[in-house]
């Protein structure tokens, strides 16, 4: 099934099941929990993020290509980082090139988000993908001056900016995609393809990273890990290639969809 998240003309927020033509079917109850899919049409006035995130854990070089392009080790454990819950954007709405505390060099990052359904603690490979409701595109939008150079040694400050996490379009439910390691990815800039390759090149797979992370930790449902991006990202190229005031990029993974942000200077 895929799943939306939308607002109808009153504002309200609400789910609902995409249809093959475009249309939506209203879900009602908790799509954590308890809930069906009616028969009665919704009402889309706008398209939000699937979800809103109850946390947002980022997982760092976890593609063979991306680590021997910006020449960084394969790391023996995930690299872990997060993102503040409220940087989450829609379809759609403008990715915001950050003025106050400026960065000319935001970079974009394809990435397959995973989205835990149920609470995760000590859980294993084996029944690591029990505990996903689904997957969605992501774009891990990265100012890499402040990452690099601003951030005390730390990811966080230049991956955290508002609206540098774009989710969407849609959510597919975790049946529909029995194998998350073994879908097409891109990033197009502008039409031109900048990242083409498959999350089978994943370092450590979708299973292997909700062991790793629910350890000792207590994974809640509304949690989104995304899981790496592969090579061909901005800053690793001859000249870099930076987004700029004016672009649109957009997140494309088989099955799911394609994400498309606009990107615009901060106000």
């Excluded at 990811?155 to 955290?160: E, H, N, T």
């Excluded at 089978?200 to 995304?226: A, K, R, W, Y």
Aim: proline fraction near 7%.
């Amino acid at each position: 099934m895929k799943i939306i998240r939308h607002t109808d003309s009153q504002g309200n927020v609400a789910h609902a099941a995409q249809q093959a033509d475009g249309t939506a079917l209203v879900i009602e109850g908790d799509i954590f929990g308890d809930h069906r899919v009616t028969d009665r049409k919704a009402e889309v006035a706008k398209l939000l993020a699937p979800i809103q995130p109850f946390a947002i854990v980022c997982i760092g070089l976890n593609y063979k290509f991306h680590a021997e392009e910006t020449k960084a080790a394969i790391p023996q454990h995930p690299v872990v980082f997060m993102k503040l819950p409220n940087v989450v954007q829609h379809p759609g709405e403008p990715i915001l090139l950050p003025t106050h505390l400026k960065s000319d060099k935001v970079d974009y990052e394809c990435e397959l988000a995973v989205i835990i359904g149920k609470t995760a603690k000590n859980v294993s490979k084996a029944g690591a993908l029990k505990h996903v409701l689904g997957y969605t595109c992501a774009n891990d939008v990265s100012a890499r001056d402040w990452q690099k150079q601003g951030g005390g040694g730390q990811w966080c400050r230049g991956k955290s900016f508002d609206t540098f996490c774009p989710l969407g379009p849609v959510l597919v439910t975790a049946d529909e995609i029995p194998n998350p390691n073994s879908l097409a990815i891109k990033t197009m800039l502008n039409g031109e393809t900048m990242q083409d390759w498959n999350t089978n090149d994943m370092i450590f797979d979708v299973p292997t990273l909700i062991e790793f992370l629910s350890g000792s930790t207590t994974l809640m449902p509304g949690t989104v890990i995304l899981t790496g991006t592969p090579h061909g990202v901005g800053m690793a190229r001859t000249p870099p290639v930076f987004m700029k005031d004016g672009d649109a990029v957009s997140v494309e993974i088989e099955k799911i969809g394609t994400l498309t942000n606009p990107v615009r200077n901060e106000r």
